[in-house]
T-cell receptor
Framework: GENVEQHPSTLSVQEGDSAVIKCTYSDSASNYFPWYKQELGKGPQLIIDIRSNVGEKKDQRIAVTLNKTAKHFSLHITETQPEDSAVYFCAAVTGTASKLTFGTGTRLQVTL | DAGITQSPRHKVTETGTPVTLRCHQTENHRYMYWYRQDPGHGLRLIHYSYGVKDTDKGEVSDGYSVSRSKTEDFLLTLESATSSQTSVYFC???????????FGPGTRLTVL
């Protein structure tokens, strides 16, 4: 089955700096890659996603890139703000399995 | 939380007792999922449903059963709770399979 690895497990950046979280996946048939943000005591919230026919997608300060050859994808947050502090999860879907496999999460802390 | 409620939000129970968690949606979405979240493991799929009375197992289904008799409700049952089932349980819904899943607020279950 699919295996998703996520790095780093914790990340601390200063307000205004950029943050990058990286994930790798094992199944070359995976075709959908969402990113979730989870704040303390809440459920994960879908913040951006990318499909395998696209290399990059942006939404304001958030972008995701996908390298199918290397089987990795990354979340980029620019101009970080304190409200970006949360745990971020990547995930991958393999068409044949039709299930989401999650990474283990990255705790992002944005310091003033 | 995308029209999803989970009940109860917190529960403490004893080993060997049955427990049922409820997920209710107001979106009339076809697909519903149950995940558990544990430190170091991210979110792992327990069971999912692709329609009324249509369910299938996820990667950690042992010790759990589910039922879906109405579109809006998806029940997760622990027939005989064990301490290893202490976790936070999340329900998710989607329109079209594993893509674009939206999560509920979660249920924190403690088995003593």
């Amino acid at each position: 089955g699919e295996n998703v690895e996520q790095h780093p497990s914790t990340l601390s950046v200063q307000e205004g700096d950029s943050a990058v979280i990286k994930c790798t996946y094992s199944d070359s048939a995976s075709n959908y890659f969402p990113w979730y943000k989870q704040e303390l005591g809440k459920g994960p919230q879908l913040i951006i996603d990318i499909r395998s026919n696209v290399g990059e997608k942006k939404d304001q300060r958030i972008a995701v890139t996908l390298n199918k050859t290397a089987k990795h994808f990354s979340l980029h947050i620019t101009e970080t703000q304190p409200e970006d502090s949360a745990v971020y999860f990547c995930a991958a879907v393999t068409g044949t399995a039709s299930k989401l496999t999650f990474g283990t999460g990255t705790r992002l802390q944005v310091t003033l | 939380d995308a029209g999803i409620t989970q009940s109860p939000r917190h529960k403490v129970t004893e080993t060997g007792t049955p427990v049922t968690l409820r997920c209710h949606q107001t979106e009339n979405h076809r697909y519903m999922y149950w995940y558990r979240q544990d430190p170091g493991h991210g979110l792992r799929l327990i069971h999912y449903s692709y329609g009324v009375k249509d369910t299938d197992k996820g990667e950690v289904s042992d010790g759990y059963s589910v039922s879906r008799s109405k579109t809006e409700d998806f029940l997760l049952t622990l027939e005989s709770a064990t301490s290893s089932q202490t976790s936070v349980y999340f329900c998710a819904i989607s329109v079209a399979g594993p893509n674009e899943q939206f999560f509920g607020p979660g249920t924190r279950l403690t088995v003593l």
